[in-house]
């Protein structure tokens, strides 16, 4: 089985990105099938008091 990984280069969303994660979707194509990899969600925490009007 020859598989091999075509993922997009990882764009940062801010100028210094928090962590070395990539959010783009990789596909992975086998043969015949494609598998479309989605990243999780990614939660980023602030600390400091929650202002609500």
């Known amino acids: 089985m020859s598989c091999y990984s075509?993922?997009?280069?990882?764009?940062?969303?801010?100028p210094t990105p928090l962590a070395s994660s990539c959010n783009e979707?990789?596909?992975r194509q086998c043969q015949n099938s494609n598998i479309v990899i989605e990243p999780s969600p990614?939660?980023?925490?602030?600390?400091g008091p929650?202002?609500?009007?």
């Open 6 to 14: 075509q993922c997009v280069p990882c764009r940062p969303c801010g």
């Open 25 to 27: 979707p990789c596909v």
């Open 42 to 47: 990614v939660v980023v925490t602030l600390p």
């Open 50 to 53: 929650i202002l609500s009007s």
